[in-house]
């Protein structure tokens, strides 16, 4: 499984970012999705996660503000990112889980100002 990540930027506090990632490879085998991020210094923490069938699961300070639609047709999954606050500037990095394994995209920035 290949996952390419795109979307980051820099926007000021208080506005939004949508985020994709699309899974190419062996996509039959994907399970679960996400989102997570690194902020420097810091462990990369888990923003939201979704199944095959929908169900999410989201960090708790991300609640209200972000969603992760995912498209299985499309094999893509999105974080839409509103309100988005200093704190939330990192790597963020998309996340495919399967039967094999776990798979991880390159990583894009998003930097928020204040």
């Known amino acids: 499984v290949q996952l390419q990540a795109s979307g980051g930027g820099l926007v000021q506090a208080g506005g939004s970012l949508r985020l994709s990632c699309l899974a190419s490879?062996?996509?039959?085998?994907?399970?679960?999705m996400g989102w997570y991020r690194q902020a420097p210094g810091k462990q990369r923490e888990k923003v939201a996660l979704?199944?095959?069938?929908?169900?999410?699961d989201y960090a708790d300070s991300m609640k209200g503000r972000f969603t992760i639609p995912r498209d299985n047709a499309k094999n893509t999954v999105d974080l839409q990112m509103n309100n988005l606050k200093p704190e939330d500037t990192a790597v963020y990095y998309c996340?495919?889980?399967?039967?094999?394994?776990?798979?991880w995209g390159q990583g894009t920035q998003v930097t928020v100002s204040s």
């Open positions: 996340n495919a889980r399967s039967l094999f394994g776990a798979y």
């Open positions: 490879g062996s996509i039959f085998s994907i399970s679960d």
């Open positions: 979704i199944g095959s069938g929908g169900l999410t």
